[in-house]
């Protein structure tokens, strides 16, 4: 008894309250968050007051005003575009800094819905002018024409509820399925060949094997990507309620952000692979290196920005955690400037191009072939085949003398004879010697000098200054053995004897001793037969082709 006394004495009260919670709400427009309950509120089915709901349209009569307003919560709820009110702002003196002027607006939903906002008029939020002005054509870009026409030819059972769905639209969602499945069937095929003819026209080149795998992949999530345009253009038709739009939309714009995603991966390694056949075709082998630098960068790229686009249709604030990843980022930095040093290094080394892969530089201390250009550093192997690790700040701000580089490879060296050798025999073997390096097939025959250029303390020097041609060391170094040995036959050929740092001490009229100096035979004769002799011989040693260089 108590109880039940209890309720009587309160269900009164009880519902008084609930009458005025009710009438408490009444139109305000002092600030966006207001506006848009007034909006919203008095279009719900247990509050439909459309005339209030007007009330945030400026400028129209009253039949004109709760048409738009009526208009612009279908389009909502059609799209899926859930307001949440708590994320509304209440701040009459809102101001939109997106663009390059300030505006007193609210845009409700930037990314999927930027023509409708609201803007300030006389110190009260209204639906904006353009967005009235545009909500008609907005209208019919979400529920086409055919739609009424649709609900109008749909006869009475197919208003049946089956689980809570009308079975015509049971109906109506297979046939749009259906007709998406052809659609990605059809559109695939146009997609690779599409792909194939701007692969030809960009590259010039008849498209290889694994070209055409990875062209095949890209054209079925470009084939997803229009199937899903077109259920994305379809469904507000159908007219399912905001919840189920909001989640469908939902899936939609992820599904849509992970083929994008894909896509753009496929792109990253198609790229790449004509980037890399390219390099294959040139002299250096530098930028070889960067083709896996450059698709692990783009890659890690791609993931991050689909990343974010993610987190977006979550309704996360991606510019505050962007920021917040900055400020890391640059704390990261100042923690760790060498890393940053070596990277804006190693970016420095592949803009300029300093050297290539097996150049061989003098960096410093650091003499030998270039391996390999990391991101951190890079890997150098000297002639006793150690290797050295440059950090690339350091070599980025080195003196590096690019041996790799040179035109021709420099060879000079002095010949030196006895000082008892006569002068046409010298002149002899210049002429010789000259003879030789015309012939070489290794070196320059345009630029040499063979000459006797001084006195030095045990022999008459002979220079002998040549320009191989092969930039390969283990090249040079073979025909440096071809030279030498042809010198060294043509000395024995004319009886030129080389001259070593000794000391000879000589006595006029001993008796009994004769000359221990050697005889020369300077007849032109002789002279001419050994340079031919010698001549003949190298020429037959000369292999049919040169060797390659590495």
């Not at 279009?43 to 005339?51: A, F, G, I, N, V």
């Amino acid at each position: 008894m108590k109880t039940k006394f209890w309720l009587l004495l309160f269900f009164p009260l009880l519902t008084l309250a609930q009458v005025q919670s009710v009438d408490s709400v009444k139109v305000d427009l002092s600030n966006p968050n207001a506006t848009l309950t007034t909006h919203l509120y008095f279009l719900q089915q247990d509050s439909y007051q459309p005339e209030k709901s007007a009330k945030t349209i400026y400028g129209l009569e009253e039949t004109d005003a709760i048409r738009k307003a009526i208009k612009i919560k279908k389009i909502l709820d059609g799209k899926g575009l859930y307001v949440d009110l708590k994320k509304i702002t209440t701040n009459p003196a809102h101001i939109d800094s997106i663009g390059y002027t300030a505006y007193s607006r609210y845009i409700l939903f930037p990314d999927r819905m930027p023509d409708i906002y609201l803007e300030k008029i006389n110190n009260n939020w209204y639906y904006s002018s353009e967005t009235v002005a545009k909500v008609d054509a907005i209208y019919s870009n979400v529920f086409p024409w055919y739609v009424e026409e649709l609900q109008d030819s749909i006869p009475v059972y197919g208003h049946k509820k089956f689980l809570g769905v009308e079975l015509w639209q049971f109906v109506a969602l297979l046939l749009v399925f259906g007709i998406a499945l052809l659609i990605f069937a059809f559109t695939k095929k146009i997609a690779f060949w599409i792909l194939q003819r701007l692969q030809h026209q960009i590259t010039k080149t008849n498209i290889n094997f694994e070209v055409k795998i990875v062209l095949k992949k890209l054209a079925h999530p470009i084939s997803l990507l229009i199937s899903l345009a077109f259920v994305d253009l379809i469904f507000p038709s159908l007219q399912f309620s905001l919840e189920v739009n909001a989640w469908v939309f939902l899936a939609i714009n992820i599904a849509r952000t992970i083929f994008w995603i894909y896509v753009f991966l496929k792109l990253v390694k198609v790229v790449m692979q004509i980037y890399g056949e390219f390099t294959e075709r040139t002299h250096g082998r530098l930028d070889d290196q960067l083709v896996p630098i450059l698709h692990n960068f783009l890659t890690g790229l791609v993931l991050v920005v689909g990343f974010f686009n993610v987190l977006k249709l979550f309704g996360v604030d991606t510019t505050t955690l962007i920021a917040g990843a900055t400020i890391g980022g640059l704390a990261v930095a100042l923690a760790s400037q060498d890393t940053v040093k070596n990277l804006i290094g190693t970016i420095m080394i592949f803009m300029d191009k300093p050297f290539h892969i097996d150049d061989w530089i003098e960096a410093g201390e650091v003499v030998g072939t270039v391996e390999k250009v990391g991101f951190r550093s890079t890997r150098v192997r000297a002639a006793d085949t150690s290797i050295y690790q440059i950090p690339n700040s350091k070599l980025s701000e080195m003196v590096v003398n690019n041996k790799g580089l040179r035109l021709f490879r420099r060879y000079n060296t002095n010949l030196g004879v006895r000082y008892d050798t006569p002068p046409a025999l010298i002149e002899a073997f210049v002429n010789g010697v000259r003879q030789i390096v015309i012939e070489h097939p290794e070196t320059r025959s345009d630029s040499y000098n063979v000459e006797f250029t001084g006195f030095g303390d045990s022999a008459l020097l002979i220079m002998v200054n040549v320009y191989f041609k092969s930039l390969a060391w283990s090249t040079e170094q073979t025909s440096k053995h071809r030279l030498h040995m042809a010198i060294i036959k043509l000395a024995a050929e004319l009886g030129v004897e080389f001259a070593f740092p000794s000391t000879t001490v000589t006595i006029e009229q001993f008796p009994d001793k004769s000359n221990l100096s050697p005889k020369y035979d300077t007849s032109q004769a002789k002279i001419n037969a050994s340079i031919n002799k010698v001549l003949t011989e190298f020429k037959k040693d000369t292999p049919p082709e040169n060797t390659p260089e590495n």
